[in-house]
């Protein structure tokens, strides 16, 4: 568990980063020890993460056992933290970018903190049923923008990608997670 004074400088810098800070990288504990510290963020959002899925599958159980959701959407949530920077070590080696992979994946799993910061009010609030369903659809499209034009910034910053390797890494972690989302959703069906 990394100290607090680094989980706290590691978040602001997050932040800061969606503020195009680029100054931000300062907050963040660059080195290899760094890098599997920033796999804590994975602790830190957990349970909203867990509320996020039950709020998203409430009513939509039927006959499906809890224990099964659980093991689905855990399974889903490791997966999620594990493929994309284990793909990335190989992704940066063959981009010439690999010196700067720890600084970016610690950034990015930091990062986690932001998106999730965007998603969960929108879940909860759709979860209500106040909204209506097009003004939730419109708003989670933002929400999904925000978050694609961060990736961009971190990987712009983090990584030192050009432009179109940049837009080449957002698209392919967007579309790894939408694969796990279908893969999750399939097998919660």
């Known amino acids: 568990m990394p100290p607090r004074a680094e989980v706290a ?4 810098g997050a932040f800061r980063l969606l503020l195009f800070d680029v100054q931000a990288l300062a907050r963040f504990n660059l080195t290899v020890e760094g890098f599997w510290r920033s796999f804590f963020a994975a602790v830190l959002i957990a ?3 867990a509320l996020m899925a039950a709020l998203e599958l409430k009513g939509r159980l039927g006959g499906t ?3 099964w959701v659980v093991a689905v959407e855990f ?12 793909l990335m070590v190989y992704v940066t080696r063959l981009l010439g970018l690999s010196n700067n992979y720890v600084p970016y994946i610690i950034v990015f799993n930091w990062g986690s903190v932001v998106r999730i910061a965007a998603f969960f009010p929108l879940i909860a609030i759709g979860s209500t049923g106040l909204v209506p369903s097009s003004a ?4 989670m499209v933002v929400a999904i923008l925000v978050a694609l034009g961060y990736h961009w910034i971190v990987a712009r910053v983090a990584l030192g990608a050009s432009a179109a390797t940049t837009l080449g890494l957002v698209v392919l972690e967007f579309l790894l997670s939408l ?3 279908l893969g999750t959703t399939r097998l919660l069906r």
Do not use: E, K, N, R
């Open 9 to 12: 400088g590691a978040i602001v």
């Open 47 to 49: 349970p909203f993460f």
């Open 65 to 67: 056992s809890v224990a």
């Open 75 to 86: 399974g889903a949530y490791v997966v999620g933290w594990t493929i994309y920077p284990l």
């Open 136 to 139: 939730m659809a419109t708003l």
């Open 179 to 181: 694969l796990l989302d």
